[in-house]
């Protein structure tokens, strides 16, 4: 079956610009996670989605950071007046329930310049 | 705090030469343990899931167990397709399901 998808695969912006990173959850899981990898860094978590509300969202780094959720399925995270260290990859993962094993996509590379 | 640590960082092995990764972790109640894969340029994909002290999964030439303060991957007579980084992570304690994910430990088998 489809797996967790994510688009684009890449994206260069201009410091200041506003992205938009779309998720495509697995069919039928109802949690999805957002989380970002950069070098030195790991995966840190970022936003938490059950159904299409989102009960954890400690791990945003700043107001410029935003995530929504429609429909249990899509997810969108937005990344306002972008910086350079905004550049990661953006990775979302879903599972079946909370605390389930979660399923990755392939990520989203966003490099600002 | 929760806290994943992994080592070693990076490990190169002849192909055929066994191996062990370790990840030791502080959480919580602990609520399973994940090792993932990840290949470059690629998202996480999923090996293991570990439950309770004493517990082992194996795939292949990999091979998961699990103690109440860490878990070790051993990998068996590795081949150059194995080469990769291997993931450990833990659900926090905020019972949210988030992951606290280790550094990874890259694994490079030459032929």
């Known amino acids: 079956g489809a797996g967790v998808s994510q688009s684009p695969s890449n994206k260069v912006t201009e410091k200041g610009k506003d992205v938009e990173l779309r998720c495509d959850p697995i069919?039928?899981?109802?949690?999805l996670y957002w989380y970002r990898q950069s070098l030195g860094q790991g995966l840190e978590f970022l936003i938490y989605?059950?159904?299409?509300?989102?009960?954890?969202k400690s791990g945003l780094p700043s107001d410029r950071f935003s995530a929504e959720r429609t429909g249990g399925s899509v997810s969108t995270l937005t990344i306002q007046r972008t910086q350079q260290e905004d550049s990661a990859v953006y990775l979302c993962?879903?599972?079946?329930?909370?605390?389930?094993?979660?399923?990755f996509g392939p990520g989203t590379r966003l490099l600002v310049l | 705090e929760d806290q994943v640590t992994q080592s070693p960082e990076a490990l190169r092995l002849q192909e055929g030469e066994s191996s062990s990764l370790n990840c030791s972790y502080t959480v919580s109640g602990l609520r399973g343990l994940f090792w993932y894969r990840q290949d470059p340029g690629k998202g996480p994909e999923f090996l293991f899931t570990?439950?309770?002290a004493g517990e082992e999964k194996e795939k292949e030439r990999l091979k998961a167990t699990l103690t109440k303060k860490e878990s070790f991957l051993h990998i068996t007579a590795p081949k150059p397709e194995d080469s990769a980084t291997y993931l450990c992570?833990?659900?926090?304690?905020?019972?949210?399901?988030?992951?606290?994910f280790g550094q990874g430990t890259t694994l490079q088998v030459k032929p």
């Open positions: 570990l439950y309770s």
């Open positions: 993962a879903s599972s079946a329930w909370t605390r389930e094993t979660q399923y």
């Open positions: 992570a833990v659900p926090g304690s905020s019972n949210t399901g988030k992951l606290i």
């Open positions: 069919s039928g899981h109802t949690a």
């Open positions: 989605f059950q159904g299409n509300s989102a009960p954890d």
